[in-house]
């Protein structure tokens, strides 16, 4: 599986972004999928999770009520909308793919993804 992420970019506080993450090589609606981001000098952090059909979604703590993942099973595609926006949110965003069903029980977790993109920017000017 082949993980292509893009949509980062340069905004301001408050502004919004929307991510896309395309898979391809697999069957993407056998995919668990998340979004981690990793600012420089810290570890890779979990922001958001989405089932295989996209009815249970988790989030990270400092993003609830202000991103959303979602999915298209027809296009591949996951997806992070981002609003309200803050300086805190700078990182390359990344997201994951996991083949395995105990992900649903550890989603923040790193170790639980097989896959990986290779991150997209996204940078917040106050």
């Given at each position: 599986?082949?993980?292509?992420?893009?949509?980062?970019?340069?905004?301001?506080?408050?502004?919004?972004?929307?991510?896309?993450?395309?898979?391809?090589?697999?069957?993407?609606?056998?995919?668990l999928m998340a979004w981690f981001?990793?600012?420089?000098?810290?570890?890779?952090?979990?922001?958001?999770?989405?089932?295989?059909?996209?009815?249970?979604?988790?989030?990270?703590?400092?993003?609830?009520?202000?991103?959303?993942?979602?999915?298209?099973?027809?296009?591949?595609?996951?997806?992070?909308?981002?609003?309200?926006l803050k300086p805190e949110d700078?990182?390359?965003?990344?997201?994951?793919?996991?083949?395995?069903?105990?992900?649903?029980?550890?989603?923040?977790?790193?170790?639980?993804?097989?896959?990986?993109?290779?991150?997209?920017?996204?940078?917040?000017?106050?």
């Amino acid at each position: 599986v082949q993980l292509q992420a893009s949509g980062g970019g340069l905004v301001q506080a408050g502004g919004s972004l929307r991510l896309s993450c395309e898979a391809s090589g697999g069957t993407f609606s056998s995919l668990l999928m998340a979004w981690f981001l990793q600012a420089p000098g810290k570890e890779r952090e979990f922001v958001a999770f989405i089932n295989w059909s996209g009815g249970n979604t988790i989030y990270g703590d400092s993003v609830k009520g202000r991103f959303t993942i979602s999915r298209d099973n027809a296009k591949n595609t996951v997806y992070l909308q981002m609003n309200s926006l803050k300086p805190e949110d700078t990182a390359v965003y990344y997201c994951a793919a996991s083949t395995a069903k105990v992900a649903t029980l550890y989603p923040g977790r790193v170790s639980m993804y097989d896959y990986w993109g290779q991150g997209t920017q996204v940078t917040v000017s106050s």
